[in-house]
C-alpha cells in the first residue's frame, strides 16, 4: 500500500517498542503495525462508546423501574429476528432517544415508550414471566 508518508516523534525507547511490535505482528512492516494499531483502537473507542450507552441506559431504566433482565430479553430477540415488527420497535424507540435526551425530558414522546413496552410485555415470552 502506497500513500504519503506521515511523520511521529518518537523517542529511543519507543522506537524500539513500535519495531518489536511491528516485528510481532506485522512482519516487521512498521506502517502495517500502525495500520492494525488503528483498527484496534477504533475498535477499542466503539466499545468504550457502547459500554458508555449501556451504562446510561442502565440508569435510566433503573430510574424508571424497568426489570434490565427483561429488556434485555426484549432485545435480544428483536435482534434475533430484525425483520420483525418487535425489532422495529426498538429500533424506533431507540431513535426517539437517540438525541442524548434524558426520558424525563422527552414526556412528549413517552407515549412511544409505554405503547412499547405494553405491545412487547403482549408479546414476548420473556416480559410475561417478569
Excluded: C
Excluded at 519495531?19 to 492494525?36: F, I, K, M, T, V
Amino acid at each position: 500500500m502506497s500513500g504519503p508518508t506521515i511523520g511521529f516523534s518518537v523517542g529511543p525507547s519507543d522506537q524500539e517498542r513500535v519495531q518489536r511490535l511491528a516485528d510481532r505482528y506485522a512482519h516487521g512492516n512498521r506502517s502495517s503495525w500502525l495500520r492494525q494499531a488503528i483498527d484496534l483502537f477504533e475498535e477499542k473507542a466503539l466499545f468504550d462508546t457502547l459500554a458508555d450507552v449501556q451504562a446510561r441506559g442502565d440508569r435510566l431504566t433503573a430510574r424508571r423501574g424497568i426489570d434490565r433482565d427483561v429488556l434485555a430479553g426484549l432485545i435480544a430477540e428483536a435482534a434475533a429476528n430484525p425483520d420483525s415488527r418487535h425489532a422495529q420497535r426498538v429500533a424506533s424507540l431507540i431513535e426517539q432517544f437517540a438525541d442524548g435526551s434524558e426520558l424525563d425530558e422527552v414526556e412528549a414522546n413517552h407515549e412511544a415508550a409505554e405503547a412499547f413496552m405494553s405491545a412487547a410485555s403482549t408479546e414476548s415470552p420473556a416480559a410475561a414471566d417478569a
